[in-house]
């Protein structure tokens, strides 16, 4: 296996831009630590594993392994690790622990190749492993089933392909780009003991150390682009927002009317931690100023975002609308974090642009420099362009 030492948060978003889409990953606060699911980690409670799985499945209506990993998210000891399609994600909880602050954290890549969807068959005889109170393998096959072919499937573990249907069923998992390794069973004479092997190694493909010493200056970096355990975990009833934040007009447009003044302006908010009626207080100040400066009926638009990816995916922590009723009608957008993080989550590498796009830019370059010589010349025009022989072809 091979095993790499990352020194700075630059170093490894450098060297994991190659990994993106083609790799899951899963980030651990003490490499030392081996990969075992919470379930086997407290053997008491495995006989009620089927129990909690049920009660799940008929609460929210999930099927049972969606069932497991949104149990696995809020806290319940199940059979399944974390896996994320996302570096930063997986960075982010080789750093989390703050009682780990002290060991070097670590990086697992896994090969994505292995992963296969829910709907897999394999899947479906596990999942009726997991809701069956009397574990034996006669129960479980039906008379076209081979009990040698249920054993092999019982055995094994499962990374589970990141996918709408199944990612997508909680909200933990949508921000944190969340898909799962499932750990199978052991069977021993026909008799099915609910803990099975953590046997990894054919699946992982390499180890990430994270060096204990850039911890906190990796968490700072993280911080700023959303990745927290407010955030990660939905979690903001009990948050402490920072006392201050600016929010800067980055573009205002004016159109002046008959009777009145029409803004459209983009400010930016320089946290993504912000405190909602801070936020309000500073919007209403906004408005204040520009009612002072342009009048008191003046129309107005606002827009606010955190960064480029916000404006990339037209994903604006709220935005204004005048009103007659209410010239400061503030919208929020209530899945702001869910739309953030996600997008960031499922950006594919640079090289992978390329390779998918390479073809098309081809094709088109032969026009595109056609183009730049026509209209190097003074006397151009558009019909020359359209009617040039290449492009008529």
Known sequence: MKINTINSFEEYVNYTEKYKNKFY??????KNWNIIPSL???PELVHNEY????????ESGLDAISSVFKLQHYGTPTRICDLTISPLSALYFS????????EDGVIFIFDKERAIPCNRYELDIFSRALITSDL??????NEAEDLEEIKSILRKNYIIQYDYQFSYSNRRAILQGGTALLFGFSIDEGFINRIGECKLDDIIVEKIIVPSGIKNVIKKRLAEIGFTKEILYHKFENNSFPNDFNVICEDLVLNQRAYFNKINAKYRVDTVHFDRDKLVFQIKNIYQQLFD????NARIWTYFYYDENDIVEANWICRTEWKESNPCNIVWNNNYFINRMRYINEQISQNEILERYSPLIAEVSSFYNEICEIISHEDYSISL????STFAE
Not at 25 to 30: I, L, M, S
Not at 95 to 102: H, R, V
Not at 136 to 141: C, E, F, Q
Not at 385 to 388: L, Q, Y
């Open 25 to 30: 990953f899963r980030g651990q606060a003490n």
């Open 40 to 42: 086997f980690r407290k």
């Open 51 to 58: 129990k909690s799985i049920i009660k799940e499945m008929s």
């Open 95 to 102: 750093t989390e622990d703050q009682d780990q602050d002290s």
């Open 136 to 141: 034996n393998l006669n129960a479980l096959a």
């Open 293 to 296: 400066t342009y009048g008191y």
């Open 385 to 388: 362009i359209v009617n040039n």
